[in-house]
């Protein structure tokens, strides 16, 4: 499905498709579930933290058309999608375009908030740490979360670590752009989790 904005310019329409970055609003899915996925398919920043993922589904962002990123989820067997914030798992996006850092992670806060409620300090500290996670990107480059399941966040960006944080509220809150029943984007989790 794609959603065209309502009276908008082209360059209000590339700017609000950069700052939806992260947001799965906009999306079609790649129903490319790779269940048999070896270890040396893995990100390599997987091989020590997660050996045993496997990819469990893919999902692409689209803007007007446009590739935006494609979604993939790793997870180790035994992942229970209803309580993702508890397991080990990794949410890998591929750019297929340019996209500015600080836009990704106000439009992370953003979507964040669709999952559930945080406090305006919270706000600050988790912008700060995300405008650090996230650099500007261009098309093929990397970012990855991994989440240990017990509240510690690590970002990767091209396999470079770029900051983490423990905090279970917003491992929770940001995994659910994704992969929480409250997301923008319920086909969008369908794929990833491979329930479709």
């Known amino acids: 499905m794609t959603v065209q904005p309502h009276r908008t310019s082209r360059r209000q329409a590339l700017t609000w ?10 999306i079609t899915m790649s129903n490319a579930l790779h269940a048999m996925t070896s270890n040396t ?10 050996p045993a993922a496997r990819l469990v589904g893919t999902a692409v962002l689209r803007f007007f058309g446009l590739r935006v990123y494609e979604a993939r989820l ?11 914030a508890r397991y080990p ?15 990704i992670a106000e439009r992370s806060i953003a979507e964040m908030r669709r999952v ?6 919270q706000t600050r500290q988790w912008l700060t740490l995300m405008k650090q996670a ?3 990107v261009v098309s093929q480059d990397r970012l990855l979360g991994l989440n240990d399941g017990q509240g510690q966040v690590r970002f990767f960006h091209n396999g470079r670590q ?17 992969l929480a029943p409250q997301t923008s984007a319920p086909a969008m989790r369908t794929s990833l989790l491979g329930l479709g």
């Open 17 to 26: 498709g950069a700052t939806c970055a992260l947001a799965p609003s906009l």
């Open 41 to 50: 398919d893995l990100p390599a920043e997987l091989r020590s933290a997660l």
């Open 74 to 84: 790793w997870a180790a067997p035994g992942f229970l999608p209803e309580d993702y």
């Open 89 to 103: 798992f990794a949410l890998e996006l591929v750019y297929d375009r340019k996209l500015e850092g600080a836009a």
């Open 116 to 121: 559930g409620s945080f406090t305006e300090e």
């Open 134 to 136: 996230f650099p500007d």
């Open 162 to 178: 770029t900051a983490q944080l423990r905090d279970a509220d917003y491992a929770r809150l940001f995994f659910g752009i994704w």
